[in-house]
């Protein structure tokens, strides 16, 4: 069992910048693969990024590349999304997701209970 709890969402300026932080419980965090997704009202949950236990390597949508990254310190049980060059499309509820098996796009078991993220014009 995993739990997750993101922090970091909140109002920036297009243009800004935001680091999300997902904290996860239990000691096997390292076991898993780690991935961001963000959802607004009426649509899909869409996905972002994902990174490999190991964090021996990430994967991007492209609607982010470039401007977001992934990372995780396995030691502090932690997983990030840093966010430059905000856009007023970014604004969603942003969740992180775990996973032993998915690296990706795919199924995730566990996820957290999001963070806003609001982007203004």
């Known amino acids: 069992q995993v739990q997750l709890v993101e922090s970091g969402g909140g109002l920036v300026q297009a243009g800004g910048s935001l680091r999300l932080s997902c904290a996860a419980s239990?000691?096997?965090?390292?076991?898993?693969?780690m991935a961001w997704f963000r959802q607004t009202p009426g649509q899909d949950r869409e996905f972002v990024a994902a990174?490999?236990?190991?964090?021996?390597?990430?994967y991007n949508a492209d609607s982010v590349k470039g401007r977001f990254t992934i990372a995780r310190d396995n030691a502090k049980n932690t997983v990030y999304l840093q966010m430059n060059s905000l856009k007023p499309e970014d604004t969603a509820v942003y969740y992180c997701?775990?996973?032993?098996?998915?690296?990706?796009?795919?199924?995730?078991?566990?996820w957290g209970q999001g963070t806003q993220v609001t982007v203004s014009s």
């Open positions: 997701a775990a996973d032993s098996i998915t690296y990706g796009l795919g199924r995730y078991d566990y």
């Open positions: 990174i490999r236990w190991s964090g021996a390597s990430t």
């Open positions: 239990g000691r096997t965090f390292s076991r898993y693969h």
